[in-house]
C-alpha cells in the first residue's frame, strides 16, 4: 500500500474513532470480494465472448419494470440465474468488519452506526448485521425473497430451479423477486430512515459503490451539506468533489485496518 494510502488510512481510523453518529453506504464493491461481480464489471464483461448466459443483456433492461413486463420469464429465469451462482457466496472480511462495529457500537453504546446497502445478497446480514438487533437499511431489497407483483403478498414456497414465473397463492397473480427495479419508487419507509441516517450522521462512508444509482447516491451529498466528514473507500475514485477522505483501496483489504 503506498505511503499516501496509509497516512489517509490513519486519519480515517482517527475519524472513525471519534465519531458519534456513522451512516455507511455500501455498493456491489463490497461483496466483489465473495465473488459476486457488480453492476458494472457485469455490464463490461458483457462483452466479452461466452462470459456466461446473460451476458449480451443489459441488467438495467433486466432489472427493470418494463422489462418483466415484456418479457416475465426472461427476467425471472435471469434472477433464477443470479440466484444459483450466488447462493454459496460467503461474506468477505469487509461484510465481516463492519458487523463486528455494529455489534461494537451497540455493545459500547458510544457510537450509532446505520448501515444502508445497495445490495441485494445478503451478505451483510449473513455476517451478523442483523436488521432486527442493528439499524440496517437494505434500500433495494432482497434478491432471495419473492412478492406477488399484483397483490404484493409475500411468495413464502421454495421456487429453486423453477423456470416459470410462480403463480401467486393469493390472487394468481405474477410472483417477483422482492428487489427494486429500475424505475420503481424504494420503499417509503426505508428510504426515510436511509435519509435520516445520512442526514444525523457525522461521518459518512460510502464504501464499494459508482455513486450512479438514485436515489442512493444523493445520501453523500445529503450528509454532506449538513457538515458530516466523507469518506470513500473504492479502488477507482468515483470523482465525487464533496469526498474529503479518498481511501483507494479495496474494502475486503482496509476496513478490517479501520475498525479494530
Ligand atoms: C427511482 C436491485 C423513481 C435490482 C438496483 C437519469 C439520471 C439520474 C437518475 C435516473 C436517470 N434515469 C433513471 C434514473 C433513476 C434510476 C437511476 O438512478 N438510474 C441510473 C443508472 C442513472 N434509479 C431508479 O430507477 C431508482 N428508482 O428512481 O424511482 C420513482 C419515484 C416514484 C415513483 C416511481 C419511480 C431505483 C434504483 C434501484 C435499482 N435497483 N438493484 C437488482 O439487483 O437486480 S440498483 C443496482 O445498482 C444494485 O443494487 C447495485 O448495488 C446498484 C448500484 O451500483 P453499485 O452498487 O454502485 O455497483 P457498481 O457496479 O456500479 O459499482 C461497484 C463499485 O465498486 C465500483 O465503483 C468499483 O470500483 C467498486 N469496487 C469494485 N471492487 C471493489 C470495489 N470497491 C471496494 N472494494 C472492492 N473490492
Ligand atoms: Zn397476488
Known sequence: MDKATEQTL???????????????????????????????????????????????????????????????????????WRREVNQDKEPNPAHTAIAHWQKQAKESGKQKVTLITQNVDGLHQKAGSDPQVY???????????????????????????????????????QVRPSVVWFGEALDEKKWQDGETAAYCCDLFLSIGTSSQVYPAAGLMMLAKSQGAKIVEINPEPTQSLVVDYQVIAKAGKVLPKLID
Open 135 to 173: 439499524e440496517v437499511i437494505d434500500i433495494h431489497g432482497n434478491i432471495w425473497q419473492n412478492h406477488c407483483l399484483q397483490c404484493r403478498e409475500q411468495h413464502l414456497e421454495d421456487v429453486t430451479g423453477l423456470q416459470q414465473v410462480p403463480e401467486c397463492q393469493v390472487c394468481g397473480g
Open 10 to 80: 490513519k486519519e480515517v481510523k482517527q475519524l472513525i474513532q471519534k465519531a458519534k453518529r456513522i451512516c455507511i453506504l455500501t455498493g456491489a464493491g463490497v461483496s466483489a470480494e465473495s465473488g459476486i461481480s457488480t453492476f458494472r464489471e457485469a455490464q463490461q464483461k458483457g462483452n466479452e465472448p461466452g462470459k456466461g448466459l446473460w451476458s449480451q443483456y443489459d441488467p438495467q433492461q433486466l432489472a427493470s419494470i418494463e422489462g418483466f413486463l415484456k418479457d416475465p420469464e426472461m427476467v425471472w429465469q435471469w434472477y433464477q
